[in-house]
């Protein structure tokens, strides 16, 4: 009894119930045919792999059916028998189909089909021979291959494209294959184009990459994709490309003097190497200019050193070329006969003014004479003329920008500008005009980053905002759609914060890529403009149409639209056009490759009717610079051509000697950059300002090694005629340019560097009167903008030295900062320019790289020849799988409501007929009547019996006997006689319930009463 308590405890009765009776064998017929038959089913889907399960051990749970089984038998569901056992089965399918879940299945799917990505390297190794018999290649094996099959095509140098994805249908033109996408031949990247080829392999496909290449890898890193794709199961088939140069004449490099002096003489010595001995004629120049006439030469095979006067006149930056001149037969490779490098000689700061080359002189002569007033020198270049290279503006002390757009200037342009500033410590000032801050395209660029001002003045309630609506239709151009999706995100940064903007294309039909919405979100809109995909578009009417509709909605106080496209759809209607005139919305066409001269009179007709402009670019180039300039548009509101009077801020030694100044005619609106570095030297207040609300007029900070300043009015005339002729406007002038150049201090670390091989060297020396360790740490931007740190190790006494492979051709500047001891600190300023790719010294294929490719991937050597057996015959099936998770949850969210229906809804059929008039209802209503009318005359009979008097029969004589009864029986007593009275009434008449309980209670009591004997 005591263990039967504690299992009872442990086991409660509600969730394990005693047995009702004995186990009848017929009772588990339902439980064994469930479990047979799940598990049958569950080993048919493992064993025809039909089926997966991440988690099969997650199965025995299905163990839990035999509670379930147990609770049926013993539990007290006041069901009947058929529907108890409906009941069970479908909770024990429930139960399978929970316990499924649980085991994660997963729908296989094996396929035998192949997909082949041709990987064809464009790198300048390669030469144009070999690429097109490539090309024949690639175009022969598509036009073969199977039909279920599908391929796909990468070309590859530098970087890695996709011409066509992975797919059934290849195009090809003429039976031969046009390669559209844009590769920088100059490096050849295998890494990029076999990851890449990889990612447009279907994952449930059987893939395969065909890499047409010479081997020879000149950037990233092959090892680790090899890695990736064996573990994929790619395998990658190579054709090699085999060359091997037999003439090849090249510049190694160029070595100048690292310490030279004004007016002394000094030699250039040039390094050539060659395969073959030869003669030819060495040039060299100096900043584009020939340094006499071409010295003829002769050289030996492997490496010579020449060596060429040098004589420097003036101080300045020289950049030097030395060229190798040979006949046409003597070499292969043309890009490596030149090597670059250059010498810095310093000498008095000088300040660069830089000017719009379509602008006016009144803008910048003004300023220009008050610098020389303040006995500084000071030379004036346009846009166009402006340095490229950071290096070539180390003798300016300052650069200055006056009232010149953006647009002007290309990328290179700016990146030496923010170099300059950033890392050799040039200051910068931006003075402000029609062209200048915001209006002239600065939101969102290196320029901006480095002044103290920003271009977003959402903070400005002033300010009306501008919409834009950009139309695109660039899908017939080579790169069109990559083209449209940078010239966008260009004209979006252009515009402030506040301004609307939208994009619209044609891909299934006209839609939005994102409606109008503030150019803020710019994060959001680059992501969408990124996953645009423009397809055709047959007609400008609808996507103007959707255009107009959004622009009108905007409560926007300028509106405008820019269309890309070649020009062939459909023309819009005049009603149209007429419409946008009305809604004061301009638009203008940009026409890109057209198909022919009408398309470009009628797109040229709808600009100038809308008030808008026009553009025919022969260069896909100048796109961006069209997309900005016509985004500017919008940005005109920021000018305030308004006199203003400015009050002095921050205390800076700007203002010495200046206790007030005149009155400007204007200027353009910025806002201070939340920095405490940032001085507000001069700012006005608007009339309409909140409390402590100002726009700056002058503001300085510093940006890395530079000092840069924002003076948002004008220098000149036309906003600054007071101060033009103001007594102090050259001391002004004078005290800002001393505040704002770089200040020039003799440091006593000189840095040697140069290239060697396919690594850069960077030497340092020491030549501080005390000698110190100095801890010595060089930072390192190249090409692409990239940067590194450079510890340097002390090699010799007072001599540091590091080498680090470079990564491109191009200019790497160095800057070395030595420390010592708590108080000395050196920095010192060089670099090295790469002169071209290692690409241009592959004279032979590397067939060592395409073995390790094939034997990593377990792919196969190829030959041109190659058959479409070679290629398609080999194969695998590929099985693939996808969860099947939601059908389960469908099966369950249908068996859950059966479930619950079977156990607590009761269903009356005969109601249900009823409804559809499928019963009987005239003979059931009939048979209920006679029913009562028979229980009516029944009960009146009863009750006519009940009130009729009994008989009585006259007692017999005494001894007498009854008929049929012998004499002497013994006889009862006769009964007494009935009373006249009424006879009493019976009990009511018991329900048959009522007599079953009677009846058990006397036998309870003790059974039925003994029979009488007589």
């Known amino acids: 009894m005591k263990r039967r308590s504690i299992l009872r405890t442990l086991f409660p009765e509600t969730l394990f119930p005693s047995s009702r009776g004995p186990l009848n064998w017929r009772e588990t017929i339902p439980l064994v045919a469930f479990l047979a038959t799940y598990l049958a089913v569950i080993l048919w889907l493992t064993l025809s792999r039909r089926v997966t399960f991440t988690y099969p051990w997650q199965l025995a749970w299905i163990g839990v059916s035999v509670w379930v089984w147990w609770m049926w038998r013993n539990g007290w569901s006041g069901l009947s028998r058929g529907r108890a056992l409906s009941a069970l089965i479908c909770r024990l399918v429930l139960l399978g189909l929970f316990v499924a879940l649980m085991a994660e299945p997963r729908s296989v799917r094996t396929r035998d089909s192949l997909a082949v990505v041709y990987a064809v390297d464009f790198s300048e190794s390669i030469g144009p021979d070999a690429r097109e018999q490539a090309a ?67 994952e449930d496909t059987r893939g395969r990459i065909v890499l047409l290449s010479d081997g020879a890898e000149t950037t990233g890193s092959l090892r680790p994709v090899l890695e990736e794709l064996r573990t994929r199961g790619i395998s990658v088939d190579v054709v090699p490309i085999t060359y091997s140069y037999e003439k090849e004449v090249w510049v190694e490099r160029l070595e100048l003097p690292q310490s030279v002096k004004i007016g002394e003489s000094y030699e250039a010595s040039v390094v050539v190497s060659s395969l073959k001995a030869g003669k030819g004629k060495l040039q060299l120049t ?172 959402s903070k400005k309630k002033i300010l009306p905002k501008g919409a834009l609506v950009i139309v695109l239709h660039t899908c017939e151009f080579p790169e069109g759609n990559t083209w449209a999706k940078r010239i966008t995100k260009q004209a979006i940064k252009v515009l402030g914060s506040q301004d609307e903007v939208g994009v619209i294309d044609f891909e299934q039909g006209e839609q939005w890529v994102f409606k109008l919405a503030p150019a803020s979100n710019y994060e959001e809109m680059a992501t969408k403009v990124n996953a645009a995909a423009p397809g055709d578009m047959p007609a400008f009417a609808p996507t103007m149409e959707m255009g107009l509709r959004g622009l009108k909605d905007s409560d926007a106080a300028a509106k405008h639209m ?68 016509e985004a500017k548009t919008l940005k005109r509101t920021m000018i305030q051509n308004k006199e203003i009077q400015v009050a002095a801020g921050y205390p800076s030694p700007v203002l010495e000697g200046i206790d007030a100044a005149p009155k400007l005619g204007g200027y353009v609106l910025s806002t201070l950059k939340e920095s405490p570095i940032v001085e507000n030297v001069l700012y006005t207040t608007p009339e309409d300002a909140e409390e402590g609300d100002s726009d700056p007029v002058l503001a300085i900070w510093r940006y890395g090694l530079g000092t840069t300043a924002a003076f948002t009015s004008d220098l000149s005339p036309a906003w600054g005629k007071d101060w033009v002729n103001w007594e102090k406007y050259t001391a002004f002038v004078k005290q800002l340019m001393v505040r704002v150049s770089r200040v020039r201090k003799d440091g006593h670390l000189r840095m040697w560097s140069y290239m060697s091989g396919s690594e850069g060297v960077i030497m340092v020396e020491d030549f501080h009167p005390d000698e110190t360790f100095m801890d010595v740490t060089a930072a390192v931007t190249g090409p692409g903008d990239q940067q590194r740190t450079i510890p340097l190790k002390q090699v010799g006494p007072r001599r540091y030295q590091a080498t680090f492979p470079t990564w491109g051709a191009g200019l790497y500047q160095i800057q070395a900062v030595g420390q010592g001891g708590q108080e000395r600190k050196d920095i010192v300023n060089g670099g090295f320019i790469v002169s071209y790719s290692p690409e241009y010294l592959k004279f032979t294929s590397n067939y060592e790289a395409l073995r390790e490719i094939v034997s990593t991937t377990k792919g196969q050597e190829l030959t041109p020849a190659a058959t479409k057996d070679e290629i398609y015959g080999r194969r695998e099936p590929k099985s693939s799988s996808q969860p099947i998770f939601d059908w389960l949850l469908y099966g369950l969210a249908i068996l859950i409501p059966i479930d619950v229906g079977l156990r607590r809804v009761q269903i009356d059929w005969r109601t249900i007929k009823g409804w559809f008039g499928m019963g009987r209802k005239q003979e059931t209503t009939a048979t209920m009547g006679a029913l009562l009318k028979r229980k009516e005359s029944v009960g009146s ?39 006249s009275s009424p006879p009493a009434k019976s009990p009511p008449s018991e329900s048959t319930t009522s007599r079953l309980l009677d009846m058990k209670r006397k036998r309870q009591d003790g059974g039925d009463p003994p029979e009488k004997k007589s």
């Open 286 to 457: 100096e900043n584009g200019q020939p340094v006499g006439e071409p010295m003829p030469i002769e050289f030996q095979a492997g490496k010579n050193r020449f060596d060429l006067p040098l004589y420097l006149r003036s101080p300045g930056y020289y950049e030097y070329k030395a060229t190798i001149i040979l006949d046409e037969n003597e070499d292969q490779l043309a890009t490596n006969n030149t090597a670059v490098s250059y010498i810095f000689v310093e000498g008095e700061g000088k300040v660069l003014l830089v000017t719009d080359p379509v602008g006016r002189k009144e803008d910048w002569q003004s300023l220009r004479k008050a610098i020389i007033d303040g006995e500084r020198a000071v030379e004036v270049v346009d846009a166009y003329s402006f340095p490229r290279d950071p290096l070539a503006l180390m003798p300016y002390d300052c650069v200055i920008f006056c009232n010149v757009a953006h647009d002007a200037f290309d990328a290179d342009q700016t990146q030496a500008l923010h170099d300059a500033v950033y890392n050799q410590g040039t200051g910068f000032l931006m003075v402000g005009g029609q062209n200048s801050f915001g209006p002239g395209g600065y939101h969102r660029t290196l320029v901006e980053k480095i002044l103290p001002v920003d271009m977003d003045i």
């Open 562 to 629: 820019i269309i890309i496209s070649d020009g062939d759809p459909q023309p819009p209607p005049p009603p149209l056009v007429q419409a946008f005139v009305d809604s004061q919305v301009t638009m203008s066409m940009v026409a890109i490759f057209p198909h022919g001269g009408q398309e470009v009179t009628l797109m040229r007709q709808v600009a100038e009717s809308t008030g808008g402009r026009y553009y025919f670019p022969d260069d896909p180039n100048r796109l961006p610079g069209i997309f900005i300039k």
């Open 136 to 202: 024949k290649f690639v175009a022969k094996a598509v036009s073969e291959k199977p039909q279920e099959d599908s391929v796909g095509l990468v070309a590859f140098g530098k970087n890695a494209a996709v011409e066509v994805p992975a797919r059934q249908s290849f195009p090809l033109e003429g039976g031969q294959i046009v390669f559209n996408a844009r590769i920088a031949a100059d490096e050849t990247n295998i890494e990029q184009a076999l990851s890449l080829s990889a990612a447009l392999l279907p």
């Open 941 to 979: 009979q009863l009750k006519t019996r009940s009130e009729r008097p009994m008989p009585t029969r006259p007692a017999p004589p005494p001894g007498s006997s009854l008929p049929g009864q012998s004499p002497g029986m013994r006889t009862t007593a006769p009964k007494p006689p009935q009373s």
